[in-house]
């Protein structure tokens, strides 16, 4: 086989139909040559296409490397049907094929007979080991880490570092960092392989560790522990306890799945919705409506309190008015929604914090008065030029078209305000800001863009 | 120095201070022993708090791996206002530390008179290879690669790769994959360090190379790049031209940039406006008014439609229907918005494309249908309780109360197909999806809540 380029859908879907032939026709050793063609990762995605019919026979004819590989990708009702159907031996063989932080992602998702099954079949070593990281708090870094990494002393040379790396890498993550520390397993340092392969084989680790090492703790969220990678470029992260004692390590494939997580979530909420488990083409209509009726039906009971001021002036004040009410909410919940996005994506990044706030709210007054003023113009002569000339309704005075547009300049105003606000606010009350976005600010700024448009028309008319 | 934790802006800013009196007191050699102590991503952020006036003498202090490492991290005008300072020497020492697609990253954000003096000061060799990697399109695998790779022979032993790499791992992005190309640079397998490492030193390349290989053409759009990192968990890709001749690669950590940026731009452009430059607190008020300003008044103009509606119907129908007209278009928004937002990240993450559409609408009428029934059956209730009943609102019928919840009804499974739809079609004009979001949705589907609204109404009252 030669260098290829990814395959498309189609070509996947293709090969899992060539495999499901060959195993109903019993050609098993045709079926792992046609298998052994392809990468681990191609392997799990052909897998995707075969039919449930034909999974459990197909994954039980795959190496245990193969069968490892492919395991990780399927989403939990899969790896639950295939663990059911493995034998003791396979799914010990599988799990040894695993690194430690994996296991633990597969036994947070599977019920407990699942797990009492893995655990009966991991090592007695690995058995310690995932149930001390099943310790550590869900979103922290010792939940994502892996207690599978290098370890030297200062004392040791090169020569010694690579020996034990020939010798161990097979079993660990990542050789690519490795850990110096005391006796005691207190963090000193780290030596790249890079470092180690460009030095004399008799230096000492003492002499070439960096010193200058960036750790998080294991009770660290681990969303700020990918952002760390992001920020400099690591390819591993080591995790210390209270005591600075190496405990583990996270690595960059986790950071990302962290990093990406994190930012669906982010949109989610933002969006009014609760964060999808699963890619959207396999979620069930149910589980799509429940997470998206809880904030309509929020959201539109709270629209009440338009209705409420809508229902207050409309006997009060020209019918007019009411034309201009749609324009008026949805400038306001694009404005507000504006700030808020901006802010709860900076919050997220580190970039602005709580202690920003009279920087931001400086910025935000600015912007809102430019934007306000700049719409507020436009709806000045959008409403004499369509509603007054062009339309010709005479109860659109010049009156009513200084009403709309003052009332346009202080609606996006106070719109850029509580939307910028209102992230801050969710992060001292240890909430997440991401749930402060376009709809709850619209809700929010629709009631008060009513408010000051007939208190403004009021006055003027 | 000893492992440490990442510093907080407050100590960020004590250190500062205490480089710029060192400084001001021409104390040059504390000022170096000083900076000695940290790692450079953290001298990097402590000169992010150095004021202008030191920021120049301090940066000529550093040493070229520092400075190198510094500079990389600094904004477009502190990038100007430093090659201006520098001597060609230093410019060339820096230029010299530096990996190639940093360079070009550089020369792609500096006016050209900048570009004349870093392509002036770098050496022949490296002169001919930014000219070629900046001849590819900016979103390009091309634009983010970097030709600084290392690259074997198949008929090349362990032995020899791992001699060839401590000669010249110093000067290569990644040691930790290695390419193993034919004569004419077609790209054969590859190999990784760990692999070099645990293999006896006799072995050649061929018989330990890994020959599935996905690879990427120069072409191919960044973001699709960035997204094989993310699926397989590279720490770099090969990127090859049209004849499946090796011509780079791409690192881990220009593809965490690439996904950063690519989120940052969707949110942006989700919440109506365009993407940010710069970090929220840099930006200056003029461009952030100029990112926000076209989508309000774009936006704002489109309301007129609901404006021309609500104006028709208005004469025709009792104006009590008027109360629920806020209600009804936040909710037809919200509806909408999470249709759009679930579909554009969909798309973008590659979970689903235009030829799902049968799929998706299936699915989204089903669960249109069971949100607007809820919803709609929610707002009978509120209208009967809080109208009817509580305010005793005597123009609030039975009657009323269905048609709102008609209305709901119909206008939440209008939006859910607005929602997904328009993303869908933006992907068929080749526009980017992001651009479909509640914004945009919420103007059309007011409009058409409006429409429907009003000819329930008009049917039952």
Same mark, same amino acid.
């Given at each position: 086989?030669?260098?290829?380029?990814?395959?498309?859908?189609?070509? !996947?879907?293709?090969?899992? +139909?060539?495999?499901?032939? $060959? /195993?109903?026709?019993?050609? *098993?050793?045709? &079926? %792992?040559? =046609?298998?052994?063609?392809?990468?681990?990762?191609?392997?799990?995605?052909?897998?995707?296409?075969?039919?449930?019919?034909?999974?459990?026979?197909?994954?039980?004819?795959?190496?245990?490397?193969?069968?490892?590989?492919?395991?990780?990708?399927?989403?939990?009702?899969?790896?639950?049907?295939?663990?059911?159907?493995?034998?003791?031996?396979?799914?010990?063989?599988?799990?040894?094929?695993?690194?430690l932080d994996d296991t633990v992602d597969i036994i947070e998702e599977?019920?407990?007979?699942?797990?009492?099954?893995?655990?009966?079949?991991?090592?007695?070593?690995?058995?310690?080991?995932?149930?001390? !990281?099943?310790?550590?708090? +869900?979103?922290?870094?010792? $939940? /994502?880490?892996?207690?599978? *990494?290098?370890? &030297? %002393?200062? =004392?040791?040379?090169?020569?010694?570092?690579?020996?034990?790396?020939?010798?161990?890498?097979?079993?660990?993550?990542?050789?690519?960092?490795?850990?110096?520390?005391?006796?005691?397993?207190?963090?000193?340092?780290?030596?790249?392989?890079?470092?180690?392969?460009?030095?004399?084989?008799?230096?000492?680790?003492?002499?070439?560790?960096?010193?200058?090492?960036?750790?998080?703790?294991?009770?660290?969220?681990?969303?700020?522990?990918?952002?760390?990678?992001?920020?400099?470029?690591?390819?591993?992260?080591?995790?210390?306890?209270?005591?600075?004692?190496?405990?583990?390590?996270?690595?960059?494939?986790?950071?990302?799945?962290?990093?990406?997580?994190?930012?669906?979530?982010?949109?989610?909420?933002?969006?009014?919705?609760?964060?999808?488990?699963?890619?959207?083409?396999?979620?069930?209509?149910?589980?799509?409506?429940?997470?998206?009726?809880?904030?309509?039906?929020?959201?539109?009971?709270?629209?009440?309190?338009?209705?409420?001021?809508?229902?207050?002036?409309?006997?009060?004040?020209?019918?007019?008015?009411?034309?201009?009410?749609?324009?008026?909410?949805?400038?306001?919940?694009?404005?507000?929604?504006?700030?808020?996005?901006?802010?709860?994506?900076?919050?997220?990044?580190?970039?602005?914090?709580?202690?920003?706030?009279?920087?931001?709210?400086?910025?935000?007054?600015?912007?809102?008065?430019?934007?306000?003023?700049?719409?507020?113009?436009?709806?000045?002569?959008?409403?004499?030029?369509?509603?007054?000339?062009?339309?010709?309704?005479?109860?659109?005075?010049?009156?009513?078209?200084?009403?709309?547009?003052?009332?346009?300049?202080?609606?996006?105003?106070?719109?850029?305000?509580?939307?910028?606000?209102?992230?801050?606010?969710?992060?001292?009350?240890?909430?997440?800001?991401?749930?402060?976005?376009?709809?709850?600010?619209?809700?929010?700024?629709?009631?008060?863009?009513?408010?000051?448009?007939?208190?403004?028309?009021?006055?003027?008319?």
């Open positions: 086989m030669s260098v290829f380029k990814e395959m498309d859908r189609d070509a !996947l879907a293709a090969v899992a +139909k060539e495999w499901e032939t $060959a /195993i109903a026709e019993r050609r *098993y050793a045709d &079926f %792992r040559v =046609e298998v052994s063609r392809y990468h681990e990762s191609e392997i799990a995605e052909i897998f995707e296409c075969i039919s449930e019919e034909y999974e459990s026979r197909a994954f039980r004819l795959l190496t245990k490397e193969q069968a490892a590989e492919v395991f990780l990708t399927f989403d939990p009702d899969r790896m639950e049907r295939i663990i059911s159907i493995v034998s003791d031996a396979e799914l010990a063989n599988m799990l040894e094929e695993m690194y599977m019920p407990a007979y699942v797990v009492k099954r893995i655990m009966r079949n991991s090592t007695k070593e690995d058995r310690a080991s995932l149930a001390r !990281l099943l310790r550590y708090p +869900k979103d922290s870094a010792g $939940a /994502i880490m892996t207690t599978e *990494y290098v370890r &030297f %002393r200062p =004392e040791q040379t090169v020569e010694d570092a690579l020996t034990h790396i020939r010798r161990v890498a097979i079993d660990k993550e990542t050789i690519y960092t490795a850990y110096v520390t005391d006796k005691e397993r207190h963090l000193l340092g780290i030596v790249t392989a890079k470092q180690l392969l460009i030095s004399p084989t008799d230096t000492l680790l003492a002499d070439i560790m960096e010193e200058h090492v960036i750790s998080v703790t294991t009770a660290e969220d681990k969303e700020a522990v990918a952002m760390k990678f992001d920020k400099y470029g690591f390819l591993a992260l080591p995790v210390v306890d209270a005591e600075n004692r190496l405990v583990g390590i996270v690595t960059v494939d986790d950071a990302m799945d962290v990093l990406r997580e994190e930012v669906e979530e982010d949109i989610a909420k933002m969006a009014g919705m609760s964060p999808a488990e699963v890619p959207y083409l396999k979620a069930s209509v149910r589980s799509l409506f429940l997470s998206r009726v809880p904030w309509l039906l929020l959201l539109m009971i709270s629209a009440t309190f338009s209705s409420t001021i809508l229902n207050f002036f409309e006997a009060a004040l020209p019918a007019v008015l009411v034309l201009f009410v749609p324009m008026l909410m949805d400038t306001g919940g694009n404005s507000g929604g504006q700030a808020s996005v901006t802010l709860i994506r900076g919050l997220s990044l580190g970039e602005v914090s709580g202690r920003d706030t009279l920087r931001i709210l400086y910025k935000e007054v600015c912007v809102g008065l430019l934007c306000g003023l700049a719409v507020g113009a436009a709806a000045f002569l959008k409403v004499m030029l369509i509603d007054h000339f062009l339309m010709a309704n005479p109860a659109v005075t010049v009156s009513v078209a200084l009403a709309v547009a003052l009332a346009m300049l202080v609606t996006v105003l106070i719109a850029k305000l509580i939307g910028c606000l209102l992230p801050l606010l969710a992060v001292r009350l240890h909430l997440d800001p991401a749930v402060m976005a376009s709809p709850f600010i619209t809700t929010i700024v629709d009631a008060l863009a009513l408010l000051m448009y007939f208190f403004i028309a009021s006055t003027l008319l």
